[in-house]
């Protein structure tokens, strides 16, 4: 809902691509028992899954950093929203990956 936050645009995108570009039929098994076209970003929130979660040490930051990956339907798409976490728990990426 940030509008000013610096991943206020990578997650629109991968909101608007799973909303409007994937197709009707797609968007009505993403968001079963809804109208997938007046879903506003933050009710489909409550539709993302859980679909992995990691660390790995990063390069740059020398520090461990933990990922998690979030889908709508892993078994429909194949893409997804991966966000990283330091080891404060503090979000310092957001990516949308196929």
Request: hydrophobic share 45%.
């Amino acid at each position: 809902a940030d509008e000013d936050s610096r991943y206020h645009s990578v997650v629109t995108f991968f909101m608007e691509f799973h909303r409007d570009d994937v197709g009707p039929d797609i968007a009505a098994e993403l968001f079963p028992g809804t109208d997938p076209s007046k879903l506003s970003f933050a009710e489909m929130v409550d539709f993302l899954k859980f679909k992995r979660f990691g660390s790995l040490v990063d390069d740059e930051m020398d520090q461990q950093v933990f990922i998690m990956d979030l889908s709508f339907n892993p078994e429909i798409t194949d893409e997804l929203m991966v966000i990283y976490f330091d080891l404060n728990l503090e979000i310092f990426c957001i990516t949308h990956e196929s």
